[in-house]
């Protein structure tokens, strides 16, 4: 099956199921908004990186249980993925490769 949709199967997805295939389109057209104003100058950047957090958020949140209370201090769903959203797709993605270095020694950002 290809992964790739064609326009025809984008009209029969809109009939079929109509209300997610318009959620699609939408996320997928924010996405590219976003990514396109954040390669821009620094006001650009921003309001990519607004668009790009809130996407983050409202994909995130769905996802996330709730967590049990840890010493008094109850986390809600919604708090985390603020907080995920917050750190953007550069902070996770500094994330991961510091979760890649403690567990296998390697350094990627360190390319020699």
Known sequence: MSSKLTFSGL???LFSEPVDTIKMIFIITLGEIGRWLY???QLRERCGDL???LLIFF????HIVSLPTF???KVSAGAIAIIISLLGTHGIG???LFAIKVKTGID?????
């Not at 994909?59 to 769905?62: A, F, G, I, R, S």
């Not at 990627?108 to 020699?112: A, D, E, F, G, L």
């Open 11 to 13: 009209v029969l997805a």
């Open 39 to 41: 390669g821009g100058g």
């Open 51 to 53: 668009i790009i957090c």
């Open 59 to 62: 994909l995130v949140k769905p």
């Open 71 to 73: 010493h008094g201090i």
């Open 94 to 96: 500094r994330i991961f």
């Open 108 to 112: 990627i950002n360190n390319k020699q």
